[in-house]
């Protein structure tokens, strides 16, 4: 037993680590150094930490389906234990729940009624990703305690499922894939199971994400949109979706601009954003060569090359103020790599 009498998990039927990674591909996981690469070390896991990136969703027309990993992340450092427990620092510190209440212990809760495990979870959470601003928190959380739960147990659950069940707990699939795999990435979810692709890009323009300090609830931008919209806009944005498709798949960054935009949502939340054309605007001039809504807002994402991307944060930055609005604008770039688990392991 280990200290404390506290139960650990042992990687079974794996007497090398050739072998369990053939195992670990068997289960549908990314494979060393592959995009996408999260798997504890073999041995017997006491206590493990999971980093987790903030997503940026729709990218202009892809409503509810395209999005994409950044490179701002939460770590969530977890173990099993003879009762819940949870703490948070950082971002949401004092206004989040603790303990089971909280939407990591939740997550990792969901995982281990679907394998019908009776345990306890302890979990240590830091946050860097703001709350309520359209870069994926909510997912985060989810796929963090999701993903740490499925380790500590022993990886029951392979990817595909994990995606379906992370997505049912969100509601929409298009923040937890790109969080759980990286990359930028197209979903649908139906009949509560998720089909996901990673799209084949490479080289991307670096990212500029301008977060405004006020945040828009996700249920407030959704009741922000109409139930019916005009054909007209719906072929829109059926033909942006598919450009911006074949554009990042083909480096083609002459045409983000083209087709990032969007008539299915953005129009209707912009009003929650002040400033939001004008930010737009600015980022353009600067340099941007496409900007959207991230997710529900209010943040804005551009993508901009590489020795343009302070100008552009600075630009945006600046059109935010001409409004009465601080915010920061953060200069990052696509994570490739998705969630990936950081293990303490007690050798046999």
């Known amino acids: 037993m280990t200290p404390g009498n506290l139960p650990v998990v042992c990687r079974q039927g794996a007497n090398s680590r050739g072998a369990e990674l053939r195992e670990m591909r068997a289960h549908g996981w990314p494979s060393e150094g592959s995009e996408g690469n999260f798997f504890a070390p073999r041995g017997c896991v006491s206590t493990l930490r999971v980093i987790v990136p903030a997503t940026s969703a729709n990218l202009g027309p ?7 990993a950044l490179s701002i992340y939460n770590e969530v450092e977890a173990s099993l234990s003879h009762h819940p427990h949870l703490t948070l620092h950082g971002e949401g510190e004092g206004l989040l729940p603790e303990g089971e209440e909280n939407l990591v212990y939740r997550a990792a809760r969901a ?3 679907a394998v019908g495990a009776e345990v306890a979870f302890s979990f240590r959470c830091w946050n860097r990703i703001p709350l309520g601003r359209g870069l994926g928190s909510s997912a985060a959380a989810i796929v963090g305690g999701m993903v740490a739960a499925n380790e500590l147990l022993g990886r029951p659950l392979d990817r595909s499922h994990l995606a379906s069940l992370a997505a049912r707990l969100e509601g929409h699939p298009d923040n937890v894939v790109p969080a759980l795999v990286g990359g930028v990435t197209a979903a649908v979810m139906e009949d509560g199971t998720v ?7 490479r080289d991307l ?8 300090e006020f945040e828009v609830p996700t249920a407030l931008a959704r009741g922000r949109l109409p139930s019916r ?10 033909g942006r979706t598919a450009l911006l498709i074949g554009a990042l798949a083909t480096s083609r960054w002459d045409l983000l601009e083209l087709a990032m935009e969007d008539r299915l949502h953005q129009p209707y939340r912009k009003p929650l954003v002040p400033g939001f054309e004008d930010v737009c605007t600015a980022a353009r001039r600067a340099g941007a060569l496409g900007v959207a809504l991230s997710g529900s807002g209010p943040s804005l994402l551009a993508f901009a090359p590489s020795w343009q991307a302070v100008r552009v944060a600075e630009a945006m930055e600046a059109a935010f103020i001409g409004h009465g609005v601080r915010a920061r604008a953060v200069v990052t770039r696509v994570d490739l790599e998705g969630t990936r688990v950081q293990a303490h392991v007690l050798r046999r």
Request: glycine share 6%.
């Open 229 to 238: 919209v005009p054909r007209e806009d719906a072929a829109f944005n059926v």
């Open 205 to 212: 323009p670096t990212a500029v994400v301008a977060i405004p």
């Open 62 to 68: 892809g409503f509810d389906a395209l999005g994409l």
């Open 111 to 113: 995982v281990a009624d």
């Open 195 to 201: 089909h996901w692709v990673r799209l084949p890009v």
